[in-house]
């Protein structure tokens, strides 16, 4: 799937950035909260909303700005141990936009701490102000957890034949970036759990997942398409068979 653009403002570069010493370490975060809103840049935030489709307001902190500023506080809670979900939950309450992004940051910063426990706690974050761009970063936590602990796979299928779309799209993409570690047959499953499924979001999610995998094994993906051409949408054949 080709990656949808950045929002406007993420070509913008700045050294600007938090002092280490104003960072204190958690659940001591205010300090990180309220440099962000001093970058608010309200015009960029409106064009970063409306590239949204109005579905958040924004600060306007491009990508790179953000990541400046939290820097040091992702680098501090990266060697802390185990994530502060009231941290996590902080950022989903606040609504600027950037701050789920920060969420996103902090828990990729410590995937490696995250067991099956956590799961329940990452669907709900999947299922609060869903959108793709909080999505496509939660997919690749989910899936992270799943490689360490197999069982969680049965959650995966169980989201796969979900009524939310968002839980089908993280188990159809919570492979991505495996390579020779994706389990084809679990994929395959999934994949055929949403067959005939009209949303986008997910026609876009199996092409991107089966376009991912065709670079590390193209023979499988090429007859996955052949035997699921009838049933494939014309988004998900296309998208899927791009590199082959």
Request: hydrophobic share 35%; net charge positive; proline share 8%.
């Amino acid at each position: 799937m080709t990656a949808p653009a950045p929002p406007p403002g993420d070509n913008f570069q700045s050294k600007a950035a938090v002092p280490k010493s104003d960072i204190l370490e958690r659940p001591h975060y205010e300090g990180l909260f309220k440099a962000f809103a001093e970058k608010a840049n309200p015009e960029l935030g409106r064009q970063m909303s409306a590239y949204m489709r109005g579905q958040f307001p924004f600060l306007g902190l491009p990508t790179p700005v953000r990541r400046q500023l939290s820097r040091e506080f992702l680098k501090s809670a990266s060697s802390g141990g185990s994530p502060d979900w009231d941290f996590i939950r902080r950022c989903w309450e606040k609504p600027p936009r950037e701050f789920q992004y920060l969420g996103v940051d902090y828990l990729s910063s410590l995937k490696d701490t995250l067991t099956p426990r956590d799961i329940p706690r990452l669907k709900e974050l999947i299922l609060a102000k869903s959108w793709w761009d909080t999505i496509d970063g939660l997919d690749r936590i989910a899936g992270h957890i799943a490689l360490s602990w197999p069982r969680v796979n049965r959650t995966l299928l169980e989201w796969s034949r979900g009524e939310n779309i968002w839980l089908r799209r993280v188990a159809i993409d919570h492979q991505l970036g495996r390579k020779e570690k994706t389990d084809p047959g679990l994929l395959e499953e999934i994949i055929k759990n949403n067959l005939g499924q009209k949303d986008f979001f997910i026609r876009k999610a199996i092409g991107w997942s089966l376009r991912e995998y065709s670079k590390t094994n193209p023979s499988w993906v090429r007859d996955f398409l052949a035997r699921h051409a009838g049933a494939l949408s014309p988004l998900s054949r296309r998208e899927g068979g791009k590199y082959l």
